[in-house]
């Protein structure tokens, strides 16, 4: 008898909620659709936890040359985020994925079909660090100095949830101007605007693939605030990093009440 290179998975893992954990950066071995005594085992699941954002790598190894798929699936075992199938060797990305528990299916594309196989999980992190959540809106927006350096991600996705939004407060405590600059990360489209104290009147700012300065002058003392967002929002993602500056009113200019 010949035997597979690929060691058996440890059974039994024939649904998401009997998974076989699995660590990013490992790789884990199996038989899949192989038969016995009128049982096949037609489905083997994988559980791994991204503790960051990112872009999660999945490949898969067939050794006999049968087509076999590798998928990937959310924090609920069912919604489908990428993947494929293979008769040799493939490397599927998906990025955009925010920290949780994801979960890998394989799977022959035929019933008659079966296959030793080897599956690899990776992870590349963003070039920015990932903001303090929740900052979702003007109620808890996060605050920020009026000369300061901050980074974070926007419309990162796990689990039927994307961080659409990201509100910045900014507190002046003179007449000036405000100018901040977004650096996108990625080359998506990433909006930075200014509102004012409601948080809703647009005061200056738009969106940007790379880097982008913005400023507003003649504003006077008080609270505003940055919101960043995606501008195809329910589709794009990015990480970046964002500067303000203040340059307060010079002392000859006139100043209110007069």
Not at 218 to 235: D, H, V
Request: proline residues 3%.
């Amino acid at each position: 008898m010949l035997t597979p290179t690929a060691v058996n998975d440890l059974e039994i893992n024939n649904s998401f909620l009997q998974s076989v954990n699995i660590n990013i950066g490992d790789t884990a071995q199996g038989h899949i659709n192989y038969y016995y005594n009128h049982y096949k085992d037609t489905n083997d699941w994988y559980k791994f936890n991204s503790s960051v954002d990112g872009r999660i790598s999945i490949t898969m190894m067939v050794e006999n040359g049968q087509n076999v798929f590798l998928e990937l699936f959310d924090g609920n075992g069912s919604t489908y985020l990428g993947g494929g199938y293979t008769t040799t060797s493939t490397t599927w990305n998906i990025d955009g994925l925010a920290a949780g528990n994801y979960y890998l299916r394989v799977r022959t594309y035929y019933n008659n079909e079966y296959a030793p196989y080897k599956l690899t999980v990776g992870l590349t992190t963003p070039a920015f660090t990932i903001d303090a959540e929740i900052n979702n809106s003007r109620a808890s927006a996060t605050l920020m100095q009026p000369n300061d350096s901050v980074t974070g991600h926007i419309g990162y996705y796990y689990n039927g949830y994307r961080d659409t939004f990201d509100y910045r407060k900014i507190t002046i405590t003179q007449y000036g101007a405000v100018e901040w600059t977004i650096d996108v990360a990625n080359g998506q489209n990433v909006y930075a605007q200014l509102f004012d104290n409601n948080a809703t009147t647009l005061l200056g700012g738009n969106y940007t693939t790379g880097t982008s300065t913005f400023t507003v002058d003649r504003l006077q003392p008080g609270t505003y605030y940055l919101i960043i967002r995606c501008y195809y929002i329910n589709s794009e993602f990015a990480p970046y990093g964002l500067k303000t500056k203040f340059y307060p009113v010079s002392p000859y200019d006139e100043v209110e009440s007069n």
